[in-house]
């Protein structure tokens, strides 16, 4: 026999059930009784499908979260290899050999704000929000212009560029 979907098998009982035909009423009654058993066999198989994707679905998850740990993995590996280039570059007092398939080098950033001790910074340096806080955005541009504010430093520190991070998409 043919594998028949649900909507076949059910079509049949109706129309038995429903009496429109010329059978006899027990051959009508086993003849109900094998569709219905074809009916639950059917159902056991749309059972087993459900639980066997859900198991997938399980499978998936776990390989999921196994990319996830691998992809924090490299993205820490790719920041030990920018460590690296900067460091070999202090050490050695050079610069990475910039070249058409190697975009590498090493700048200094823009800067930042270090700031030592909050409480020697002049009152105008603070902004008020809902709670005193520090206008590093002023106090930045102030140090690179070359003004002197106690209790801040102007900080650089070296970053690589020419390596672009990969974005991660956490919806996965």
């Excluded at 200094?108 to 910074?121: A, L, Q, T, Y």
């Excluded at 002049?122 to 541009?141: A, N, S």
Aim: aromatic share 6%; hydrophobic share 35%; with cysteine.
């Amino acid at each position: 026999m043919a594998k028949r979907k649900m909507h076949e098998i059910s079509t049949d009982i109706m129309k038995l059930q429903m009496g429109l035909d010329m059978i006899d009423p027990k051959e009508r009654e086993l003849k109900i009784q094998d569709l219905f058993e074809e009916l639950y066999d059917k159902e056991d198989g749309i059972y087993w499908l459900f639980n066997d994707n859900e198991r997938k679905i399980d499978m998936i998850i776990g390989h999921i979260d196994k990319c996830r740990k691998i992809m924090k993995s490299l993205s820490k590996d790719n920041d030990q290899i920018k460590l690296l280039v900067i460091s070999t570059n202090e050490s050695l007092d050079t610069i990475p050999k910039h070249s058409v398939f190697n975009p590498v080098s090493i700048r200094e950033s823009n800067g930042s704000v270090d700031i030592i001790d909050s409480n020697d910074i002049p009152q105008e340096y603070w902004i008020e929000v809902v709670t005193k806080k520090l206008d590093k955005k002023r106090i930045l541009k102030e140090l690179k212009a070359g003004k002197t504010i106690p209790g801040a430093n102007l900080k650089t520190k070296p970053f690589v560029s020419g390596l672009k991070e990969r974005k991660t998409n956490e919806n996965i």
